[in-house]
């Protein structure tokens, strides 16, 4: 096996080695789920859900397309990796996979605000 370089980039994760650690980070990765998402140009969140947001399975609102948050949510849950602060929010809004929402889907618009906001966060 042979030396290829200094590890940078490695399944969506960003490594940076330094004398006195390493520094993980999914920036590249959650620009690219703004982008997926076309979320680039929303306004920015301080929190990753709302402080009165009360989910449940309610059957009056609009229904969304089930493909599209299952995909939300399983890319958030891997952007978990780096930002454990999240966990409780995505956790949150997986529980309504099966019929989700319109509630359910500003719920998870507002933890991609919230990641705009925290973009450069990481481990």
Do not use: W
């Not at 590890?7 to 650690?21: S, T």
């Not at 590249?28 to 969140?45: A, G, S």
Request: aromatic share 12%.
């Amino acid at each position: 096996m042979s030396m290829m370089g200094e590890l940078n980039y490695f399944l969506g994760l960003q490594i940076k080695q330094f004398q006195h650690g390493t520094f993980l980070s999914q920036s590249k990765y959650c620009r690219e789920l703004l982008k997926k998402f076309d979320m680039e140009n929303y306004k920015e969140v301080a929190t990753p859900i709302a402080t009165g947001c009360y989910l449940d399975t309610e059957e009056k609102g609009a229904n969304v397309d089930q493909t599209k948050y299952k995909g939300l949510i399983g890319s958030l849950l891997y952007l978990t990796a780096s930002r454990p602060h999240i966990i409780f929010s995505v956790c949150l809004c997986a529980r309504y996979q099966a019929n989700p929402k319109e509630l359910h889907f500003m719920a998870t618009k507002r933890i991609l605000k919230y990641l705009k906001r925290t973009i450069d966060v990481g481990l």
